[in-house]
């Protein structure tokens, strides 16, 4: 079954959703023969998080921290015993062959975060099911939804400053199917009346996942790393960014809206590895080799440009509306908090040693 149609059109999307609908309250039916199932399911808010990957796991550590119930899926039994000695409740969720029974537990949760990305020829794969989706969640307790897309889906603009409201242009199959998945989960939450939104992630990083961490690790530069060197601009942001963002929509929800969730400096990555690489020298003389020399800029090399396309992405709307506060508005900031808290003993050990 169809949930709803939606026009490609990003402004009509966000002219339906913006209405002041009476978006009602997630209800949980009572069951009087077992008051104690009841009790249990009433206690507290409960994240699930659909895809602990780099983001979920963050995440889910700082929800649990805050002393929230945490619940998420991964991608193999190695992954879920894993979850479960970091105290989360963890299921194995095969995108290819999505079981339906994971809809049951979703509707147990108070809120819900997507962080699965679409599959080339398949899309959404929980969406794969939606007919099964809305159905079941409709009973649920889920009152807050964020699906976790990209800022791909704006296509190259020629440089230019885009927000919210930049027509959509994506150039890749993976960036229209995050599109589509943005526009069914939106309707989705709309006609289930749960606050549902929509978050443009800029390029992550953070520890382990870093320019620094890259350089430490002294592997050879891929194809599309070299190919992303040649970008003027490249919008990114934090991990520890994107849960203060998260947060600050759970406390102040806005149903049916959509936020580019970046830092305020979209700089080269050429200039960003170049920090880095001070940065590493610095703290870890000799032990970070010198791999981002800039390529050459061909006529051949700068055909191969990344499929991101060329862009600066304005965070505006959620340092206003959401009032987030950056901890790193630019990657200078988070670079450094990356390698002040590394510890040499950690380290790879160097060639040779």
Not at 137 to 145: A, C, H, Q, Y
Request: with cysteine; glycine share 8%; aromatic share 6%.
């Amino acid at each position: 079954m169809e949930i709803c149609r939606v026009s490609r059109q990003l402004p009509a999307i966000n002219l339906r959703l913006d209405q002041k609908a009476a978006f009602r309250p997630a209800t949980v039916r009572c069951n009087l023969l077992n008051p104690k199932e009841n009790m249990e399911l009433s206690i507290g808010n409960q994240m699930f998080i659909l895809g602990m990957g780099f983001v979920g796991q963050f995440f889910a550590a700082d929800l649990k921290n805050k002393g929230w119930a945490v619940s998420g899926s991964c991608t193999s039994v190695a992954k879920k015993k894993k979850m479960e000695e970091l105290g989360y409740q963890a299921y194995v969720f095969d995108a290819i062959d999505p079981q339906p029974e994971i809809l049951e537990i979703l509707k147990h949760h108070t809120h819900l975060v997507i962080s699965i990305p679409p599959l080339k020829g398949l899309g959404d794969p929980v969406l794969r099911h939606k007919g099964l989706v809305e159905s079941v969640l409709k009973d649920g307790r889920l009152r807050w939804i964020v699906y976790l897309s990209s800022t791909s889906v704006y296509g190259d603009c020629g440089g230019a400053w885009v927000d919210e409201d930049y027509p959509v242009k994506p150039s890749t199959e993976i960036a229209r199917a995050r599109l589509s998945a943005e526009e069914q989960w939106l309707c989705l939450g709309y006609n289930l009346g749960i606050a549902t939104h929509v978050f443009r992630l800029g390029g992550i990083y953070g520890p382990g996942r870093s320019a620094v961490d890259t350089i430490l690790k002294q592997e050879p530069l891929s194809k599309g790393q070299k190919t992303r060197l040649l970008k003027n601009y490249t919008s990114r942001v934090h991990v520890a960014d994107i849960c203060q963002a998260l947060h600050a929509s759970i406390s102040k929800p806005s149903p049916g809206k959509i936020y580019n969730i970046v830092d305020d400096d979209p700089a080269p990555r050429e200039e960003v590895f170049e920090l880095a690489q001070k940065l590493v020298d610095g703290k870890f003389p000799g032990r970070g080799k010198k791999l981002y020399i800039p390529p050459e800029r061909t006529e051949s090399v700068v055909m191969e440009k990344s499929s991101g396309g060329e862009k600066r992405v304005s965070n505006a709307h959620m340092k206003n509306e959401l009032g987030v506060k950056l901890l790193h508005p630019t990657y200078r900031s988070g670079l450094q908090s990356i390698i002040e808290k590394m510890d040499s003993s950690l380290l790879p050990s160097s060639p040779g040693s």
